[in-house]
């Protein structure tokens, strides 16, 4: 590899303490540079991951890792550390007969575990790619990684991802320690933006409103590490809570920012009621709770609608926007935003959608998209063309998700 490249992207393989900044989304920008000087290259992705379905626990799968990345490190090329332990190595194909080397020097660590290297190709644990053939094939790949790390940022569980996980349950005492380091702590790196929006014939964005949430495992990692915030669920719930005061601050920062834009954030009925909005609520300043959108969870408005159409009243008279999120298929026929008396409903694409998907259902979709509005209706968690193709075929209009980020800007006429 050109060591320009290395430099901005990628790091020589001996160089494992730079390298391990490096995620999905700096492998996808240089696979992406690739594109028409590819000849001559491979790329190998060793899927650590996966070594958890063969008993290892973290320990060992890191011992494998640093096998394999030690036999590579006299090789010219680049080394990827993802986030989730695995390991891409992009290099020269002349250097294939070292490759092969290192995979067989693999292939007797894990003897005694019963994984041969057939075993390790047969199930898709190491992966070859010959560039000069497989680019598209290989840029596919690397796609789907790109949205798998940025799921997992996000706090949301990806099916398809086997992760090693040895932390520990969130208890009380840990929260309470959750709670104090929460209360001065500076969230501002914790929070992450994505942009639903409406989309044009040729799939260019214009933009309806930006949502501010924070990621769950970017918490975990700078103020708990090693404790699991998911796994107690009444913790994690009161613990949404505390989150929630703390993103009104930054939902009233970003409101000041413009004149125009419109923003939201995730909040809890249980929130809405608290004496610490009503502070809030009297602190902000009347002509933005115009742009301000508070989106309330389907399971949390549904578990209490008396608390809910209390609390939806009150924000409703102060002038904030509301957005009912996280509509399942098992939803689509009990929604409706004009009984509901919200600006939007927003359905969470599951990946299971299609093998459950039959003709009962669609007319569902069908309906609560002509009952709620095609320009009210968001479909979210949209990683690719297929899912955005999926909502306008029942008339949908508004996405959001990591594959519209990446869309272009409609231009302003």
Known sequence: MESSTAQQTGSKTGNSETVRRHKASALLAQVERLKGRCMGRMA????ISKLAEKGFNQHQARIVAQVFETSLSALEGDFYHLYNQDLVFIGLSRQIKALEAAEGKLASLLEEHDVSLDTLRREHILLRFGLDLKYDVFLSHVRNLAVQEQRAYAGEKDANVNEFDDRRPLDSKGLAELERLLENAD??????????????????TQRIFTEYFTSIREVERNLLPGTDLLENRALFKYLTQVLDLR???????????SSEEMV???????????QK????????????????????????????????????????????????????????????????????????WDDSWPQRFNNSIARELQSLVERNGPDHTILHRCQDEKIIRFGQKFGIQLFQGHYVDGLPRASLR
Not at 187 to 204: E, G, P
Not at 264 to 274: D, M, R
């Open 264 to 274: 939201s954030i995730n909040i809890n009925v249980a929130t809405l009621l608290s």
């Open 44 to 47: 190998v992705h060793l899927r």
């Open 277 to 348: 909005f009503l502070k809030f609520d009297q602190e902000m300043p009347i002509g933005l709770r115009g742009r301000l959108m508070l989106e309330l969870q389907y399971d949390d408005v549904f578990s209490d609608l008396k608390n809910f159409a209390f609390a939806r009243d009150f924000a409703r008279q102060q002038g904030y926007r509301l957005c009912l999120d996280g509509i399942g298929m098992d939803g689509f026929s009990r929604i409706d935003r004009h009984h509901l008396k919200v600006d939007y409903v927003k359905l969470v």
């Open 187 to 204: 969230i501002t790196d914790l929070v992450r933006q994505q942009s639903a929006c409406r989309l044009t014939d040729d799939l260019k």
């Open 247 to 257: 993103m009104l601050v930054v939902l009233r920062h970003e409101a000041s920012r």
